[in-house]
Nanobody
Framework: QVQLVESGGGLVQAGDSLRLSCAASGRTSSTGTMAWFRQAPGKERRFVAAITWTDTNTYYADSVKGRFTISRDNAKGTSYLQMNSLKPEDTALYYC?????????????????WGQGTQVTVSS
């Protein structure tokens, strides 16, 4: 099992940037793909971005493409989500997730390990 801890959330204004981090510990050698999801109040959890750990393939939701960038530091066992040009509709609780396969899924049910989430609030 992999333990995931997110950090970097906060309150920002529209147009600002934030960088989220997701630190993995435990059986990190089994990490195949890491992803970010987000959940706004009263809404379902939605896919944001993902990266495969070995060959660093990436995939983004259309709503964040061109504004968000996912990356990873293999030595630190950490993934990052750089969020630029933030909009009020980006406000949500952001979760880090992982599974052991080198495959990107957009469904949250395909991910085995989850962090507790970090809040991002974007004011207009």
């Amino acid at each position: 099992q992999v333990q995931l801890v997110e950090s970097g959330g906060g309150l920002v204004q529209a147009g600002d940037s934030l960088r989220l981090s997701c630190a993995a510990s435990g059986r990190t050698s089994s990490t195949g793909t890491m992803a970010w999801f987000r959940q706004a109040p009263g809404k379902e959890r939605r896919f944001v971005a993902a990266i495969t750990w070995t060959d660093t393939n990436t995939y983004y939701a259309d709503s964040v493409k061109g504004r968000f960038t996912i990356s990873r530091d293999n030595a630190k066992g950490t993934s990052y989500l750089q969020m630029n040009s933030l909009k009020p509709e980006d406000t949500a609780l952001y979760y880090c997730a992982a599974h052991s396969r080198q495959l990107i899924y957009t469904s949250s049910s395909r991910y085995d390990d989850w962090g507790q989430g970090t809040q991002v609030t974007v004011s207009s």
